[in-house]
């Protein structure tokens, strides 16, 4: 079994709102259409998303899609940044740049790198426990994504190994959780052995 994670895409930014609510722009709800249009998530019998807006209307599509249900997974979610809430970009990334950086502490109150990685893993390992038959696509976010690619490559946990831009993704193997690809924007499809159910 191969396993998909995709961050969400593109984001309607609203500073009025707390970021967990935020749903995808127009930019962000296209690349998904077309992600479905490609076709190459059709070997998936599973999906499973975070219950952050954002997440859920790109995972939505593609479930209808394939006509399966979603199994939505609070406990997913991106890692809390609640203390600070909305950041200028500019802020957000140098306070995102310590949080990589300085996994064991609490950079301005967000959740520990750390914390969040127990979480993301322990989510994935359930998810992966209780998934018999074909592929699996976990919908999610950037930051706990990485979290979750850097256990599993087995390498400390570090910023260099994080998406550029949202709406991207990395393959795994269910059997082994061995990492066959970093991330990759959603518009390229899976090198083709590794596009099959397994």
């Not at 807006?53 to 979610?77: F, S, W, Y």
């Not at 750390?114 to 992966?128: C, G, M, N």
Request: glycine letters at 8%; proline letters at 5%; hydrophobic letters at 35%.
């Amino acid at each position: 079994m191969l396993v998909y994670y995709i961050s969400h895409p593109e984001v309607e930014i609203n500073p009025d709102i707390p970021v967990s609510s935020w749903g995808l722009n127009h930019a962000g709800k296209t690349r998904v259409s077309k992600l479905v249009d490609a076709g190459w998530l059709k070997g998936v019998s599973n999906v499973v998303s975070s219950a952050e807006i954002k997440a859920i209307e790109t995972a939505n599509p593609i479930a209808r899609a394939l006509g399966i249900q979603i199994d939505i997974r609070p406990a997913m979610h991106e890692n809390d940044r609640s203390s600070t809430g909305y950041l200028p970009a500019e802020e957000f990334e140098m306070v995102a740049n310590k949080f990589f950086a300085k996994p064991n502490d609490s950079i301005h109150g967000w959740e520990k790198a750390v914390d969040a990685q127990k979480r993301i893993v322990s989510q994935t390992e359930e998810v992966l426990k209780n998934t018999r038959s074909g592929n699996l696509l976990i919908v999610g976010h950037g930051a706990v994504g990485t979290l979750l690619f850097c256990h599993y490559s087995n390498v400390p946990i570090s910023r260099n190994h994080d998406q550029t831009g949202g709406g991207n993704y990395f393959t795994f193997r269910a059997k082994n959780r061995q990492i066959l690809h970093a991330w990759r924007p959603i518009e390229c499809r899976p090198v083709a052995k590794y596009s099959e159910v397994e």
